[in-house]
């Protein structure tokens, strides 16, 4: 296996990974609009986001649908270049690396999708699904010890019988065993971190939480950290340590996931919340008040915070561009109904 040529920053740092200040923005052309527009529409899909995760945690990155949490992870996959801030991993920045530099960080680091079937190829066999990043990534290594390799992380997931799996089609399997492969060909190359982008969001229910047990598992035993994307608050509760909210490209809401959950702060992390339907079957019937009004007629000043037209609170002081407030040590807000109450 390859390694990295770029010198730690800092030996001793409890954070796998570090996102400082990133930006990617999208300018929309070509669209019926721009036509009769000066000013060409700009989609600010991550916004200063800054964040850590520790060795071995789940972060939750959690969010409604365009809130920008693929990007976030296409971002810190580089499958796509930010616009501007810093990608630290494991000590190293490497926001821009050359391309041997990012072969070995994509072997340290893996995104597991949505879609279990549509992420894999369905012309090949499952070992040879597996195969695939054990020949990119360990060349010198023999074929009978990749193989050997590929059965063990089988297992391993817990797919019986291993040697059966591994000679079928995706098409063969159901959706659990599918994303329970796509967790294997993570697991081959033994990464530091994954990126699970809505993994069980497709599943049935008692396979969702047969997966994030998983999940749980292989994060005790392999000290992997996890980046758990999702809209499914009831999921995160299931995993996650700390939680971060996003909204239309910025991070609103940043803390310890059990205390955010018990006591959100942030009016649309209590929007989301408040939509949750609770496992009692009695609770589905009732009716849910969402905390959001519509102001979309109102125009809110550029940089003003950016859940203004929507919020039950919003004051004139809410057309400023609002900065995190720290509550406690392990929860920060960015909304200026906490701006008296902050503790250094």
Do not use: W
């Not at 810093?86 to 190293?92: E, M, T, Y």
């Not at 292989?218 to 995993?239: C, G």
Request: hydrophobic residues 35%; contains cysteine; proline residues 4%.
């Amino acid at each position: 296996m390859s390694h990295f040529d770029i010198q730690k920053e800092d030996e001793s740092d409890d954070y796998l990974l570090k996102i400082k200040n990133l930006k990617k923005y999208f300018i929309l052309n070509n669209t019926f609009l721009n036509l009769f527009q000066k000013k060409r529409k700009i989609v600010r899909a991550v916004d200063d986001v800054t964040f850590n995760v520790k060795r071995g945690e789940v972060l939750v990155l959690a969010g409604e649908s365009g809130s920008g949490k693929t990007t976030l992870a296409r971002l810190i996959m580089k499958a796509i270049e930010p616009d501007s801030g810093r990608i630290i991993f494991d000590g190293r920045d490497i926001t821009k690396i050359n391309k041997k530099n990012i072969l070995h960080y994509r072997s340290q680091i893996h995104m597991i999708h949505q879609d279990p079937y549509s992420s894999l190829n369905p012309r090949l066999k499952i070992i040879d699904s597996l195969l695939e990043p054990l020949n990119i990534h360990e060349k010198k290594l023999s074929k009978d010890k990749k193989i050997e390799a590929c059965l063990n992380t089988l297992k391993e997931v817990e797919l019986e019988p291993f040697e059966e799996i591994a000679e079928k089609y995706p098409h063969m399997l159901s959706g659990g065993q599918r994303q329970r492969v796509g967790f294997a060909r993570a697991l081959v190359l033994k990464p530091k971190m994954i990126l699970a982008d809505e993994p069980v969001s497709m599943l049935d229910t008692h396979i969702r939480f047969q997966i994030l047990s998983l999940m749980d598992d292989l994060r005790k035993k392999h000290n992997i950290s996890f980046l758990y994307i999702t809209h499914d608050l009831l999921t995160s509760n299931v995993i996650g340590n700390n939680i971060a909210l996003m909204y239309k490209g910025q991070i609103v809401e940043y803390g310890n996931l059990s205390k955010i959950l018990k006591n959100p702060l942030h009016p649309y992390t209590q929007a989301l919340i408040d939509a949750i339907s609770q496992f009692n079957p009695d609770n589905l019937k009732k009716t849910k008040e969402i905390k959001i009004v519509d102001r979309s007629t109102v125009d809110t000043a550029e940089g003003g915070c950016i859940f203004y037209n929507k919020c039950i609170f919003a004051m004139d002081n809410c057309k400023n561009p609002p900065t995190f407030i720290k509550r406690s040590h392990d929860q920060q807000v960015k909304c200026f109904l906490y701006e008296n109450n902050a503790i250094n």
